[in-house]
Every structure is written in structure tokens, then in C-alpha cells.
């Protein structure tokens, strides 16, 4: 895909659609924000400001609600170090992937109001 060019400053003007387009391609098939805007010749800054300018616009959706998607937990892996006794409750660091190929990592002993809130920031980036 490329946009028209035109006159003699070679600037390039990008429809609507495209710039969609190119948005949602970030995290397809893990592609990240700077991949695509290599792929397409822009800067990274160009696909936040597109982003920000249609979801204000109404053309771009943001979520309302978190999605929550299931986890499935591994056997925990053996360690050399020996097990504190001292930990009342054992934790450990979820990863959990957000729209648009963002990753929130967090502790498992987060609590849910807290979890709810962060995700919500974290997408309405």
C-alpha cells in the first residue's frame, strides 16, 4: 500500500482507511509499532498521532470494557534457590497481551480493581 504522491514537496497524503489500516497491522502476527512503521515509511510518531486523531474523530474504537482472555499456567519450573518460608503467599509475574501488540506484565498478588484500572490506562493510550 502507498499513498499518492503529490507536487513537487513529494509529501504524501494517506486516506483515512489506510491510516486504519496501518494502525491495525501493529501487533498482527507480532508485528510491533516500529515494524510498521518501517514497513510503511512512516515514523512511529505519525501512527500515534494518526491514532489519537481518528479515535477522536470517532473512526477509531477504543474498547470500553478489558478483555480478559483465558491463561493457561505451566508446571513451575525447579530452582537451585531454596524456598522461602517466610512468603505468606506465593506470587508470580502474568503476562498478559493487550490490543493493539502491547504486553502488560504484572504481579499475580495485584488486585483486581487495581488490574481493571491499569488495563484501562494501558489502552486508552
Same mark, same amino acid.
Given at each position: 500500500?502507498?499513498?499518492?504522491?503529490?507536487?513537487?514537496? &513529494? $509529501?504524501?497524503?494517506? +486516506?483515512? @482507511? #489506510?491510516?486504519?489500516?496501518?494502525?491495525?497491522?501493529?501487533?498482527?502476527? /507480532?508485528?510491533? *509499532?516500529?515494524?510498521?512503521? &518501517? $514497513?510503511?515509511?512512516? +515514523?512511529? @510518531? #505519525?501512527?500515534?498521532?494518526?491514532?489519537?486523531?481518528?479515535?477522536?474523530? /470517532?473512526?477509531? *474504537?477504543?474498547?470500553?470494557?478489558?478483555?480478559?482472555?483465558?491463561?493457561?499456567?505451566?508446571?513451575?519450573?525447579?530452582?537451585?534457590?531454596?524456598?522461602?518460608?517466610?512468603?505468606?503467599?506465593?506470587?508470580?509475574?502474568?503476562?498478559?497481551?493487550?490490543?493493539?501488540?502491547?504486553?502488560?506484565?504484572?504481579?499475580?498478588?495485584?488486585?483486581?480493581?487495581?488490574?481493571?484500572?491499569?488495563?484501562?490506562?494501558?489502552?486508552?493510550?
Amino acid at each position: 500500500m502507498r499513498a499518492e504522491i503529490l507536487g513537487l514537496e &513529494r $509529501r504524501r497524503r494517506w +486516506t483515512d @482507511q #489506510q491510516k486504519m489500516e496501518i494502525i491495525g497491522s501493529v501487533g498482527v502476527n /507480532g508485528a510491533t *509499532l516500529t515494524d510498521v512503521a &518501517r $514497513r510503511y515509511e512512516i +515514523t512511529r @510518531q #505519525q501512527i500515534y498521532t494518526w491514532r489519537h486523531d481518528l479515535k477522536k474523530r /470517532g473512526l477509531l *474504537l477504543a474498547p470500553i470494557e478489558p478483555v480478559f482472555l483465558p491463561v493457561e499456567m505451566g508446571l513451575p519450573s525447579r530452582s537451585l534457590e531454596p524456598a522461602y518460608e517466610e512468603s505468606s503467599r506465593a506470587t508470580s509475574i502474568v503476562e498478559l497481551c493487550l490490543s493493539q501488540g502491547r504486553t502488560l506484565r504484572f504481579d499475580s498478588g495485584i488486585e483486581a480493581v487495581h488490574l481493571t484500572r491499569l488495563i484501562r490506562s494501558v489502552e486508552a493510550a
